[in-house]
């Protein structure tokens, strides 16, 4: 009797063991998990690079694309790094992209994981049309802003003149230098991270953002009135008008009322 209860005693805690190790195991997967979601969303990609939740259910973790990068730019995820294991990305800070004419990590895709077409223009590849991601300045930390006299990240950009151009501005503390700021226009920067390598400040103070994460979105609510493009965005557009009975009123009636006085 004695050593059947021991027996079930022990079954008993075993048991628990188990239970508990699986759920230990279970936390960390998803953990695990949800780091790598959250790091897939600020990853930069190589150029043509579809949108990241299609590009992670397109990609096979082949590799060819870093093999074919001959700049070492391009490395694949591996256990510990926090991504999606296996897919390629890169660091501007460590390895920018360095524009090659002939994107040649693109081509050898053999998913289409990496699009070709975007980033071909009449028939040529186009890598000044790649959208890896976007620059953003911390006007706080880059000291071009403090009246340092700074354009390392303007000489660094690819697309001289376009993608980062240098605005002037009087500095009013000292009475005769100027500011030199860095102003990016994201319709031109290609993410490709030659600035954010460049930059003389101890972390980068400008630096490359997926386009989802960096820039913001006005909708279809307004629209540019002096862009004829812009304004076919209201040939399919609706509207509706909400009634309250404030509304019923003329607004000059509105305006005059002094019930709220008394």
Not at 1 to 16: D, H, N, V, W
Not at 182 to 210: H, Q, R, Y
Not at 231 to 242: C, D, F, I
Request: proline share 6%.
């Amino acid at each position: 009797m004695k050593t059947q209860a021991m027996s079930e005693r022990r079954k008993f805690i075993l048991t628990m063991a188990r239970a508990a190790g699986l759920a230990a195991m279970g936390g960390l997967v998803w953990s695990a998990y949800l780091d790598e979601a959250t790091a897939s969303s600020l990853l930069l990609r190589p150029p043509g690079a579809i949108k990241e939740e299609d590009f992670l259910a397109t990609c096979i973790k082949c590799g060819l694309c870093v093999e074919a990068c001959p700049y070492d730019t391009l490395v694949l995820a591996k256990p510990g790094d926090n991504k999606p294991l296996g897919t390629p990305f890169f660091i501007p800070r460590e390895m920018p992209c360095y524009m090659c004419p002939d994107i040649p990590c693109v081509p050898v895709c053999p998913t289409g994981a990496l699009n070709q077409a975007s980033v071909t223009t009449d028939g040529k590849l186009d890598i000044n049309i790649a959208d890896m991601g976007v620059a953003v300045v911390d006007s706080k930390n880059c000291i071009a802003f403090w009246g340092i006299q700074c354009d390392a990240c303007y000489r660094a950009c690819p697309l001289l003149g376009q993608a980062i151009t240098i605005e002037y501005s009087k500095n009013e503390r000292t009475g005769k230098h100027a500011f030199m700021k860095p102003v990016v226009d994201s319709d031109f920067c290609t993410g490709c991270g030659l600035c954010e390598k460049a930059c003389v400040t101890e972390k980068a103070s400008i630096f490359i953002l997926p386009r989802e994460v960096a820039l913001g979105r006005a909708g279809d609510y307004y629209i540019k009135g002096w862009d004829k493009e812009d304004e076919k965005r209201l040939e399919n557009a609706t509207s509706k008008t909400t009634t309250t009975e404030l509304s019923k009123e003329k607004a000059v009636d509105s305006l005059n009322s002094n019930e709220d006085l008394y």
